[in-house]
C-alpha cells in the first residue's frame, strides 16, 4: 500500500495587517540593520514576502531607517 501525500490546502499567506503586525513584533524585538535582514527574520518566522512588498509594507508603516536599522516614526 502506497502512502499518499497530504490532502490538505496549503496554507494561505498572511494577510498584509498580519504581515506588517509581525514586521512590527520583530521590530520591537531588535531593529533589523536592513531589508535582506528583515527578510530573513520574516522567513524565519514562516512568512515569505518578496522584497517589493517588505519595502511597500515598511513604507505603509512608516518605519524610518537610521544608521542603527529601522524604527518606527516617533
Same mark, same amino acid.
Do not use: N, W
Given at each position: 500500500?502506497?502512502?499518499?501525500?497530504?490532502?490538505?490546502? !496549503?496554507? !494561505? !499567506?498572511p494577510?498584509?495587517?498580519?504581515?506588517?503586525?509581525?514586521?512590527r @513584533?520583530? *521590530?520591537?524585538?531588535?531593529? !533589523?540593520? @536592513?531589508?535582506?535582514?528583515? *527578510?530573513?527574520?520574516?522567513? *524565519?518566522?514562516?512568512? %515569505?514576502?518578496?522584497? @517589493?512588498?517588505?519595502? %511597500?509594507? *515598511?513604507?505603509?508603516?512608516?518605519?524610518?531607517?537610521g544608521? @542603527?536599522?529601522y524604527?518606527?516614526?516617533?
Amino acid at each position: 500500500m502506497h502512502k499518499h501525500a497530504s490532502t490538505q490546502p !496549503p496554507t !494561505p !499567506p498572511p494577510t498584509k495587517a498580519h504581515r506588517q503586525g509581525i514586521i512590527r @513584533s520583530l *521590530l520591537r524585538a531588535s531593529a !533589523p540593520r @536592513s531589508q535582506g535582514e528583515m *527578510l530573513r527574520r520574516l522567513r *524565519l518566522a514562516g512568512v %515569505r514576502v518578496t522584497q @517589493s512588498t517588505l519595502s %511597500r509594507d *515598511l513604507r505603509d508603516i512608516g518605519l524610518l531607517k537610521g544608521p @542603527s536599522g529601522y524604527r518606527e516614526a516617533a
